[in-house]
C-alpha cells in the first residue's frame, strides 16, 4: 500500500486515501461538500437523540440530508459524538435507519 494514501492514526477525520475517491467519484478532486452545523441546545443526551431522530426524520424528502449520519455531542466535547440511527451498513450499501442501539434486527428502510 503506497504510505502516503495511508490515514494519519492520529487525526479525528483522516481524508480518504486517493484510491477510494477515485472509485466513488472516478476522479481524484472530489467535489466540494459542506455539512451545516445547527445548535440546538437540550438539557440531557436521551433528550437530544430523540430530538435530532425526530429532526431528521422530518426533513427526510429533502435529497441532500443524509439522516442517517446525524449525531449528538455535547457542547464541549463536539469531537465526541453519539450516532442518532443505527451506524450498521445494510447489504444495498446505506445504513440501518433503526435508533442508535436498537433492538432486534436492522432495517434497511427507505426512510428512517
Not at 26 to 44: E, K, S, W
Not at 67 to 92: K, Y
Amino acid at each position: 500500500m503506497n504510505p502516503a494514501a495511508e490515514p494519519d492514526p492520529g487525526a479525528v477525520f483522516a481524508p480518504l486515501p486517493r484510491a477510494a475517491v477515485e472509485a466513488l467519484t472516478g476522479t481524484d478532486d472530489p467535489a466540494p461538500h459542506h455539512v451545516i452545523h445547527l445548535p440546538v441546545a437540550v438539557t440531557d443526551l436521551a433528550g437530544a437523540l430523540r430530538f435530532a431522530y425526530a429532526l431528521a426524520r422530518s426533513l427526510t424528502s429533502i435529497p441532500q440530508i443524509d439522516a442517517a449520519g446525524a449525531t449528538v455531542s455535547t457542547e464541549d466535547s463536539q469531537h465526541v459524538r453519539n450516532w442518532v440511527f443505527c451506524d450498521l451498513i445494510m447489504p444495498d450499501r446505506r445504513r440501518c435507519l433503526l435508533p442508535a442501539d436498537h433492538h432486534g434486527h436492522c432495517s434497511p428502510a427507505d426512510h428512517p
